[in-house]
C-alpha cells in the first residue's frame, strides 16, 4: 500500500507565500523521485518541479524557476514546496506524485498521486 497525502494549500494574495508537504508512506525505499504537478479548471495536468529521492537533485518548470523550491526529508518520508511570489497564474490543485524508475516531466509515468491540494492566489 502507497500513500501520498499532500497539505498546506490555501488562500493566498498575489506575492504571498505557501509551504506544501507531501507525506509518503509504504514502500518508500522503491520511489526514485518525487514530482509536483498542478492543474487547473480546463487545463491539462502541468509539471511543477520533481526531485531525485537519495540525491536531492531537482528539476523546475521554466514558469516556477526562482519561485518555487522543492526539498525532502528522508527521515519524515515527505517532499516540500516552498512557493514565493505567488501569482495568480500559480492557482490550481496541485497533487504531489512518486514515481519508481525515473525523474521526470511527464505525468503518466508517475505511477502513485495523491488526491491534491488547493492553491488559490488572489490580485
Known amino acids: 500500500q502507497v500513500q501520498l497525502v499532500e497539505s498546506g494549500g490555501g488562500l493566498v494574495q498575489a506575492g504571498g507565500s505557501l509551504r506544501l508537504s507531501c507525506a509518503a508512506s509504504?514502500?518508500?525505499?522503491?520511489?526514485?523521485?518525487m514530482g509536483w504537478f498542478r492543474q487547473a479548471p480546463g487545463k491539462e495536468r502541468e509539471f511543477v518541479a520533481a526531485i531525485r529521492w537519495s540525491e536531492g537533485i531537482t528539476y523546475y518548470a521554466n514558469s516556477v524557476k526562482g519561485r518555487f523550491t522543492i526539498s525532502r526529508d528522508n527521515a519524515k518520508n515527505t517532499v516540500y514546496l516552498q512557493m514565493n511570489s505567488l501569482k495568480p497564474e500559480d492557482t490550481a490543485v496541485y497533487y504531489c506524485?512518486?514515481?519508481?524508475?525515473?525523474?521526470?516531466?511527464?505525468?503518466?509515468?508517475?505511477?502513485?498521486w495523491g488526491q491534491g491540494t488547493q492553491v488559490t492566489v488572489s490580485s
Open positions: 506524485a512518486a514515481d519508481r524508475a525515473r525523474l521526470s516531466t511527464r505525468a503518466y509515468e508517475y505511477d502513485y
Open positions: 509504504g514502500r518508500t525505499f522503491s520511489y526514485y523521485a
